[in-house]
């Protein structure tokens, strides 16, 4: 990483960096709890990825329509797991 001359530069690369750690992190624990949904296809493991998505979705880190899409893709093999 290039070393910043301005004080305010230096900041918003901290600030960038940090942010970037939180979005990875988010978006990591999104993907596993979606995997886990497909393993167990329940209810429970469904509403905490309900809730992940929407808090990705707020955040900014998913767009609201693919956020919509993973949900809707969600509950219906949830729906198919569990009626067989």
Not at 1 to 25: G, I, P, T, Y
Not at 35 to 61: F, H, N, P, Q, T
């Amino acid at each position: 990483m290039e070393v910043k001359k301005h004080l305010s530069a230096r900041k918003r690369a901290r600030q960038a960096e940090k942010r970037r750690k939180r979005n990875r992190k988010l978006k990591l624990t999104l993907k596993k709890t979606i995997k886990e949904v497909l393993e167990k296809k329940d209810e429970e493991s469904l509403k905490k990825a309900y809730s992940l998505i929407d808090k990705a979705k707020k955040r900014g880190i998913l767009h609201k329509n693919n956020a919509s899409r993973k949900k809707s893709r969600l509950a219906k093999l949830v729906k198919i797991g569990s009626e067989k």
